[in-house]
């Protein structure tokens, strides 16, 4: 009766161990750019992290689970997501995935993403819709998807300028050989802080808000739970909010 006592003692202790969660825990293979996209991610020899890391560091200690990091170009990246090779995008939403004929699975929102024109500063106006710049040439991220302009460039309407990053959107605004380009807010606004640009490039009106999803490889499907309750307890505490602050 004793050993029966005991036995069923260290079951329990087991069962209730964070031991015991990190004994079932997973190790997911995480998607990031090969460039550096602050204030998301930065190169890899960068002693910066990034909000995409920080989330996750956040993240995996809820959950358990353990992460690493893979490193190739956009459109590959994509690829080796639909074959099963990379088990998580970071920062996603279905409309921007919409040509992809596999059924990943989201998470509960976690941020939101806003998309604006960033002028050259000496070329800015007021753009209230796609409307007030037919006829123009805006800057793009060839193979991206915008949801409010890219009907617009199929057919015509608008002249899109694809170039392979972010950055060298900037440098040919700078430049002037853009007036303006679609861009990430928090990626603008963070070139102009840390660049010292204000007053050569202005933000203008977020064209489209999205919300921000984790999203996964349907072979995964036992990890969103988890993730999901991961996200609501660091929205409720304000990690998430805290981790966007330190680079703003």
């Given at each position: 009766m004793k050993v029966l006592a005991i036995w069923l003692v260290t079951a329990i202790l087991l069962i209730t161990s964070p031991f015991a969660q990190i004994g079932a825990a997973e190790n997911y293979r995480v998607m990031l750019q090969v460039e550096s996209f602050p204030p998301y991610s930065f190169e890899q020899n960068d002693s910066r992290t990034g909000i995409i890391k920080d989330l996750f560091t956040a993240?995996?200690?809820?959950?358990?689970?353990?992460?690493?990091?893979?490193?190739?170009p956009f459109k590959r990246a994509l690829y080796q997501f639909d074959m099963g090779k990379i088990d998580i995008?970071?920062?996603s939403n279905p409309i921007w995935r919409q040509s992809s004929s596999l059924k990943a699975l989201y998470s509960i929102p976690f941020a939101a993403s806003e998309e604006i024109l960033l002028f050259n500063a000496d070329k800015y106006f007021t753009v209230n819709?796609?409307?007030?710049?037919?006829?123009?040439?805006?800057?793009?991220?060839?193979?991206?998807?915008?949801?409010?302009?890219?009907?617009?460039?199929?057919?015509?309407?608008?002249?899109p300028y694809p170039l392979p990053s972010e950055h060298k959107l900037i440098r040919l605004l700078l430049a002037g050989r853009l007036d303006q380009a679609l861009m990430n807010k928090d990626f603008a606004q963070y070139q102009i802080k840390t660049q010292k640009l204000a007053g050569k490039l202005i933000v203008g009106k977020p064209c489209s808000i999205l919300d921000m999803m984790i999203r996964f490889h349907p072979s995964i499907n036992n990890a969103v739970p988890r993730f999901n309750k991961a996200i609501q307890k660091l929205l409720n505490d304000g990690t998430i909010e805290d981790i966007y602050d330190r680079y703003r």
């Open positions: 993240l995996v200690k809820e959950t358990g689970d353990t992460v690493e990091y893979v490193r190739v995008e970071p920062m819709s796609p409307e007030d710049i037919l006829g123009r040439t805006v800057g793009v991220i060839s193979g991206y998807y915008y949801p409010v302009y890219t009907p617009y460039f199929d057919d015509g309407r608008i002249k």
